[in-house]
């Protein structure tokens, strides 16, 4: 993969169409992780998580969908960053990243989404969206962050992950 190194977009006019969320339960040396039965990036591996509906703040959404998704309560939950995610010639979304500590009920496979827990040393990264590598081990290490991301189609054009205060 070859990162541009100027972005194409201009990040100081970017508005998202869409809030979203993602939260991954870190416990024990693992993280739950999901592959994603529809919608987009159907077929990839990544955390449960959705779209922030009309008067709904996103850490309510990201449980909300965790629940949805999963049929389990997570417990613990904290903002941990944001994913600017950009598709040239698609949707614009601003991910907000939440990690919790843990979850109440065995997480089960339903019609969104099939759980999954796997060690931190072994996440697959060749399985999720490209830019995961590179802001997902800030969130595992229990780290803030911001990033932004542009892609063509699946493709990751360019990326930047900056690592911020509490």
């Known amino acids: 993969m070859r990162r541009v190194t100027t972005p194409p977009i201009d990040w100081s006019t970017w508005q998202p169409a869409e809030e979203a969320t993602l939260l991954f339960v ?3 040396g693992q993280v739950l992780l999901i592959e994603k039965k529809r919608g987009l990036g159907a077929g990839k591996v990544n955390g449960p998580g959705g779209r922030v509906q009309a008067g709904e703040d996103a850490c309510s959404a990201a449980v909300r969908e965790f629940e949805e998704e999963l049929e389990a309560i997570p417990v613990g939950v904290e903002k941990r960053g944001e994913v600017w995610f950009h598709v040239l010639n698609g949707p614009a979304i601003r991910i907000h990243i939440f990690r919790a ?3 109440v009920g065995e997480p089960k496979e339903t019609t969104e989404a ?7 040393a072994a996440i697959p990264y ?3 969206w490209a830019d995961d590598r590179y802001w997902l081990p800030c969130l595992l290490a229990g780290e803030v962050f911001e990033a932004r991301t542009v892609f063509e189609g699946d493709r990751l054009l360019w990326w930047q992950v900056e690592k911020s205060e509490v």
């Open 101 to 103: 500590s843990d979850c």
């Open 114 to 120: 099939a759980p999954f827990w796997r060690d931190l």
């Open 26 to 28: 870190v416990r024990d």
């Open 126 to 128: 060749s399985r999720m």
